[in-house]
């Protein structure tokens, strides 16, 4: 399922018009990026978490020369399956 697949979804779903299942859809992502900035964890309860995961500063080489390379510090989100996620799936 991509982005449009889920606002029609929503459109559907909650009798909403594409443009409001767009917005509410634009402000769920904005919130979460928004507390992936500020390093917050954030829990859907029955489906997922998140959390940010620090990686050190390492070194790596360039797979097509071989040379070393200095790889920077980085901050990802981690994405943590839930409980009745799994089971759902894997049922």
């Known amino acids: 399922m ?3 697949e889920l606002i029609s979804t929503l459109k ?4 909403l018009t594409k443009a409001e299942a767009a917005e509410v859809i634009r ?3 904005d919130s979460l990026a928004e507390s992936f900035i500020k390093g917050e964890r954030v829990e859907i309860r029955g489906l997922c978490s998140f959390h940010i995961k ?3 500063s ?3 080489r360039n797979p097509k020369t071989g040379q070393k390379v200095k790889i920077p510090p980085k901050r990802l ?3 943590k399956c839930g409980k009745e996620l799994k089971e759902r ?3």
Do not use: H, Q
């Open 2 to 4: 991509n982005k449009l």
């Open 58 to 60: 390492y070194t790596g």
């Open 89 to 91: 799936v894997d049922y």
């Open 54 to 56: 620090e990686y050190k």
């Open 12 to 15: 559907e779903r909650a009798s």
């Open 77 to 79: 989100p981690f994405f």
């Open 27 to 29: 402000i769920f992502f």
